[in-house]
């Protein structure tokens, strides 16, 4: 058993204290003892035991006791709001906003047009991010900041604990509703009337948001008055007010007529709340009251708390409950019925009837399994019909044994269509019933519906021909429906996978779906295998070229390296030698599209260093180094980052290498994008054009290989930079060569020129000459080809976070990409997403946007 507060009254002490001794032997004898008692009467408080008082139990000014959440001071025997909020710490998340809302107890909803400000700010929450832990807007936090400061004010209302309860009181309850765009309120007072004096005062009150799927404002408005019959259920079921008089009020006049009136009249939705409203509250009287006199007005707007503090409508209700015996007067004739209305019966609860918006078919994901708990649903329907000796207005006949027969999962289908029909076509349904003809523009019109079996069917052209029944008259389903996705879906499994045309052609053998064409491709486009067959992947605007390929710069201080390989290298010519795997690492100048060659023994970090070496000896200091994130590469730069952790003598070794003595800043592009590094990736695809033709099926050694590497070398930087000129000109193709030798590598011998006298000044000056020349006509002539994109010439939408799609992956089949969620976006320079940051069931990733297939967008 658990035990908390108890808080009760009595008229007068001695009612007081013999409901007290009562209440303490009863639980006394089940071992039970109650303690920690207080009172707001002096003398009731100095009859109790010493021992079983509270702590601190007297009367004093200022002194409060936590009773069910509140605090209450007997002394003024009124009660206040404890709030002792922590004040959400940077960064302010989504869930550390709700943990702090939902540290305010308020059961009784007296403070709910706080409380529902704060129940708004949080579900705007959810337009800005869907993550629990991702920091929130600068507006937002500042936003917040302004609710922890407003709630700060709590304490300062104080609302009367007794409400006037006498023995004499004539007692009245009167609810009040009232919905806005952003929430739906209702609200319950007492009025009480003793020896002519009114007194009118809060009793309860709740609220709730509007649903993010905009509704109408009647439809928030009849759900306000659900939320009031609810709400005045509860209130009415309590001891003091069984069989008092209640009054609910509305300012709604749309959601009066449909309460007072027939439901059968009202759409399915509507006419299920109304009921709903009449069940719970069936011996309410509905009124109009003006929207101004409202109470429940500013509970479905939200304030704040010394606008609430100051609120004598939402504390003492409307005046004319006091001022007034018979509070405004109700125009009984503008909601009442008339005898035509009230004529006959209305049957509410039928077989057939489908709760709102057909909540079994959303229920399920499978057309299959619907269908046969369906079966299921109609034998239980039909056994008990038989044993109450019940007529139904449908006809099943369940199977002799257990298993589904072919009979009941078709009778089981047409159930399910004329549930979706009542739910969804209730408007043409009646337009057929009573003989009405559809409107000029409406979607059905042309097919001459008509009522069959208590379905709607296409009356159409072909009732004489030779057709079956359910191919000639199709059962007509709206193309919005639950039922219509799972149909779809089911035949796409049974078709294999068909094509839009294929599935429509199955689909209108009994079926008949408007607009089915768009309804079916917009299905198919949902299917995970297709997509992954059919659909491309993402693709955005190619980026500005990076400042290192269009700014001169000293050859090889920018460069990016690859590897390549392996090639079948042996130990020696020697008879009986062995083979072993070698490489070639690459390295390309990010200016001049110089390359060079190194052979290497081993597709390792140790090797790669080697390599590095003998490049920056020959070459120079290489400031920055781009590349793909091999295994190699980040293993000569994450792992060398992580050497003093490890303690490890070798990777000291290597760290101080690359830190004191070549000083080298690597960069790496993102994981499975090597478009990022299209440089060096044609630079490997140039070397091995070179090398399958010169090499063959022959086998090198490390030394053949690494001096036919020298020579595909030379080579490549002869090649020119800029496209041949149509007609001879006196200077020579610009090529890497130029800058590295001053000259390309493969060119006719002059004469010597060892004779001529030249000062060693002026060979220098000639040699500054080369290379301000080389660079000059790099400006002019090659930076000009860099201009044009090739492809991906136009911006496309940027990835969001949020968004879910599918991973391609070369090495797996179509159908084995993993499912991810984007968890985070990289924005480039231009503010277009390139890389983002996904999540799957492995792990989190970083991936380019051409690796990415969308599939739900946030």
Known sequence: MYMDDVLSGAFDVKLALHKQRQLSALLSSGGFTLAKWMTNDEEMLHSFDADSLAKEATLKVGLGFSVLGLVWEPKTDVFRFNVSLTAATSPVTKRKVLSCIAGLFDPSGWIAPVLISLKIFMQSLWLVTKEWDTPLPDSEIERWREFEQDLKDLPSIAIPRWIGFTNDSYVELHGFADASKFAYAAVIYVRLVSQGEVRVSLLTAKTKVAPIKTLSIPRLELCAAHLLAKLAASVASAEEYVDVPLHLWSDS????????????????????????????????????????????????????????????????????????????????????????????????????????????????????????????????????????????????????????????????????????????????????????????????????????????????????????????????????????????????????????????????????????????????????????????????????????????????ENSGVDYAGPFRLKASNHRGNWSYKGYMAIFVCMSTKAVHLEAVSAYDTKSFIAAFRRFTARRGPCRHLYSDQGTNFVGADAELRRLHAKSSEFYKSVITILSDQFETTWHFNPPGSPHFGGLWESGVKSVKHHLKRMIGDAMLTYEEFSTLLTQIEAVLNSRPLTPLPSAPEPESVLSPAHLIIGEPSFIVAEPPLTRENVSTLERWKRITQFTQLFWERWSKEYLQTLQKRCKWQLPKRNLAVGDIVLVKDELTPCARWPLAKIIEVHLGRDGLVRVATIATARGSYKRPVVKLIGLLEQ
């Open 253 to 556: 006049k749309t959601t009066l007529h449909w309460i007072h009136g027939l439901p059968a009249r009202w759409p399915v939705v509507v006419a299920n709340r109304c009921a709903d409203v009449i069940n719970l509250a069936p011996k309410a009287r509905w009124h109009y009251v003006n929207t101004k006199h409202n109470p429940a007005d500013v509970a479905s707007r939200g304030c704040s708390v010394p606008a609430l503090r100051e609120d004598k409508l939402w504390w003492l209700g409307p005046e004319a409950l006091v001022e007034s015996a018979q509070p405004w007067s109700f125009e009984k004739d503008e909601f009442l019925l008339g005898e035509s209305d009230s004529a006959g019966s209305v049957t509410l609860i039928q077989s057939d009837v489908v709760s709102e918006d057909c909540e079994i078919i959303t229920r399920f994901s499978s057309y299959t399994r619907l269908r046969r708990v369906m079966v299921y649903l109609l034998r239980f329907v039909t056994k008990l019909a038989a044993r109450r000796n019940v007529q139904l207005s449908l006809s099943f006949e369940p199977a002799t044994d257990e298993s589904i027969s072919v009979s009941e999962l078709d009778a089981a289908a047409l159930q399910l269509c004329r549930m979706t029909q009542i739910a969804l076509f209730s408007t043409e349904i009646n337009c057929v019933e009573s003989g009405k003809a559809f409107g000029h523009r409406h979607g059905l019109r042309n097919l001459c519906p008509m009522l069959k079996g208590g379905l709607l069917r296409v009356g159409g052209r072909l009732d004489n021909s030779q057709l079956q029944y359910d191919c000639k008259h199709q059962i007509i389903l709206p193309e919005k429906s639950k039922l219509v996705e799972l149909l779809t879906d089911h035949l796409h499994k049974v078709t294999l996978h068909g094509g839009a045309r294929l599935i429509i052609a199955h689909l209108r053998q009994r079926y008949w779906i408007h607009k089915s064409a768009a309804v079916v491709g917009a299905r198919l486009r949902r299917c995970v295998v297709c997509l992954c067959y059919r659909s491309a992947t993402v693709s955005q605007r190619m980026s500005d070229l990076p400042a290192v390929r269009v700014t001169p710069a000293r050859l090889f």
